[in-house]
């Protein structure tokens, strides 16, 4: 079974850093893209960054500039970099992935969601 864990979310003053973390575990055979999206209190989940398999990359235009998103395909892990973080930023974010499972099966999996709030 493969799992997605988040990590590194927490409480940041405005202006701060965060790093988050997802780790892909379980038995697979490739992780394809790997997305961060985040949803606030009230509003719809929205995408942040994106990384395909050959480290392409793309932001919302919310985070560009501030956010930088990089993959290790050794480790299985994806990061999430935050720079200069505002309070709008304060979200659950959440890292989703396109993996194909040993037998060949594409799935779409997603992680558990870490908090990350900014206070002004």
């Known amino acids: 079974q493969v799992q997605l864990v988040e990590s590194g979310g927490g409480l940041v003053q405005a202006g701060g850093s965060l790093r988050l973390s997802c780790a892909a575990s379980?038995?697979?055979?490739?992780?394809?893209?790997i997305n961060w999206y985040r949803q606030a209190p009230g509003k719809q989940r929205e995408l942040v960054a994106l990384?395909?398999?050959?480290?392409?990359?793309n932001y919302a235009d919310f985070v560009k500039g501030r956010f930088t998103i990089s993959r290790d395909n050794a480790k299985n892990t994806v990061y999430l970099q935050m720079g200069n973080l505002k309070p709008e930023d304060t979200a659950v974010y959440y890292c989703?992935?396109?993996?194909?499972?040993?037998?060949?099966?594409?799935?779409?999996?997603w992680g558990q969601g870490t908090q990350v709030t900014v206070s002004s």
């Open positions: 989703n992935a396109d993996i194909i499972n040993r037998i060949g099966a594409r799935g779409d999996y």
């Open positions: 379980g038995s697979f055979f490739r992780i394809n893209a």
């Open positions: 990384i395909t398999s050959g480290g392409s990359t």
